[in-house]
Each structure stands twice: as C-alpha cells, then as structure tokens.
C-alpha cells in the first residue's frame, strides 16, 4: 500500500530548518511559563527545546506551535488542550504527561514515549511509528484521516510497530490509519472505529473488541487469541482464513463476520 507522507516531511522540515535558535534552557521556560496568562501565553512558539528536561512543568498557557521539541522530556507535564500542530516530537517522552484535547496534526512523533499519557479526546495526524502508548488512555481520540485535506496526499495516523498493550482506546477513531504490527494485547478497544485500517500482524490477543469496528481492515496474520469479540464488526474483510487466534477468541458467535 503506498503512503503518502511527503507532506509531513515538508512541512515539519520548513518550519525546523525557519526557526528562530532559541537555545532556551529549563529556566528560561519556567519563568516565561510563570509570567503567562490566558491573553499573554508563554512564547514557546517555533523554538529550539530539543533535548531539554521540561518534566512536571505546567504549559496550559503555553504558545509550542512548530516547535522543536526533539528527545525533550515531557514526563508528568501538563499539556492539556495545548496546540502541538507543525511540532517535531520525535523521541520525545511524554510519560505519565496530560494531553489530553491536545491538537497534534502533520507531526513527527516516532519513538516517542507516551507510556501512561493521558491522549484521551486528542486530534493526531502524522507519523507516530514505533511509538510506546503502553497503558496511556486514548478514550475518544480521534485519530482518524483527515478527509478535508486531500491536496497533499492522504492525511492520516501512521502508527506502525506502536505498543499499545493495555491502553484504553475505547469509543476511539482511527479510521484508515496505518497499525501494521501494533501491540493491542490487552488493550481495552470497545467501540473503537478501525475502518479501513491496516492491521496486519497486529497482535490482539486477551483485547477487548466488543463492539468494535473493523469494517474493510486488513488482517493478514493478525493475532485475535483470547480476545473479546463480543460485537465485533468484521464486514468487507477479504481474507478471514488468515486470521489467527480465533478458535481461542471469546464471544466469537456474537461477532459480526460478513
């Protein structure tokens, strides 16, 4: 399946190589986050923070549009409802971090850190591949494509080899993202939107899929031992044989398989 992410390439490149060199330090951060309010936010905007140790700060009244925040530790950080649109993230630890209504669109975030994030209600679109969101809640994200924007190719989540063991996906949208061998294996994904989602050699296995969505996905070799599928939406799969882990799979009756 050919990707088309040239776009987020582009875009993150530009606004790196534009930037101001802030060469901030943690110091400097936490007095301009000190002087914020809500008229006057903290100008982090299009800055240089790569590698900085930011942990446990408060940036709800922060300005981080495009900015460079590349191996920055972000680890218990307030984030909440803050707009990290243009943002290169890559490798970036957001661990035990509240992002949650987070608006996160065209970025690069592989290898990230998102373990025990709060993501729930955030808007993703851009590369996310081999990230760890082990345990991190994403209860109604929508991370699904961006339909409205279709001149640069298809806008949507890549999220490939991601760890999403354990993490709370419920009532989540990842229409038409790209989840090509992602750990699901205990992950709570009930009512989860997966339509027309790569999936192969994901691994679902003890999941709970009741009522999930997984309407034209591709399930080469994906694992289903032990998981919930209580519900589960299957129509427009085109190979069921290669599905994997079935015959351990509960609740197999009561799934939707067209």
């Given at each position: 399946m050919k990707t088309h992410f040239h776009w987020a390439g582009l875009l993150t490149a530009f606004f790196c190589l534009s930037a101001p060199a802030a060469d901030l330090d943690r110091s400097t951060v936490?007095?301009?986050?000190a002087k914020a309010d809500k008229t006057h936010l903290a100008d982090l905007r299009r800055k240089d923070l790569t590698g900085l140790d930011l942990s446990s700060l408060d940036f709800k009244l922060a300005d981080?549009?495009?900015?460079?925040?590349?191996?920055?530790?972000?680890?218990?950080?307030?984030?909440?409802?803050?707009?990290?649109?243009?943002?290169?993230?890559?490798?970036?630890?957001?661990?035990?971090?509240?992002?949650?209504?987070?608006?996160?669109?065209?970025?690069?975030?592989?290898?990230?850190n998102l373990s025990n994030a709060n993501l729930s209600n955030s808007r993703f679109i851009g590369i996310m591949d081999r990230a760890n969101l082990s345990h991190a809640n994403l209860a109604h994200a929508n991370w699904g494509a961006d339909m409205k924007n279709q001149s640069?190719?298809?806008?949507?989540?890549?999220?490939?080899?991601?760890?999403?063991?354990?993490?709370?996906?419920?009532?989540?949208?990842?229409?038409?993202?790209l989840m090509r061998f992602a750990n699901f294996s205990g992950a709570n994904l009930q009512n989860t939107v997966l339509f027309g989602v790569d999936l192969s050699g994901a691994d679902f296995s003890g999941a709970n899929l009741s009522g999930a969505d997984l309407t034209g996905t591709s399930l080469e070799d994906t694992n289903f031992s032990g998981a919930d599928l209580a519900g589960t939406k299957f129509a427009g799969v085109k190979d069921k044989s290669k599905l994997k882990g079935l015959s351990s799979a509960k609740n197999v009756d009561k799934a939707i398989i067209d």
């Open positions: 936490e007095q301009r986050l981080l549009w495009g900015s460079d925040l590349r191996r920055a530790n972000f680890s218990n950080s307030e984030l909440s409802g803050v707009n990290l649109d243009l943002s290169v993230l890559s490798k970036v630890d957001f661990s035990n971090a509240n992002l949650s209504n987070t608006s996160i669109f065209a970025v690069h975030v592989g290898g990230a640069m190719g298809l806008m949507r989540a890549s999220l490939n080899n991601v760890n999403f063991s354990g993490a709370n996906l419920s009532d989540a949208n990842f229409d038409r993202a």
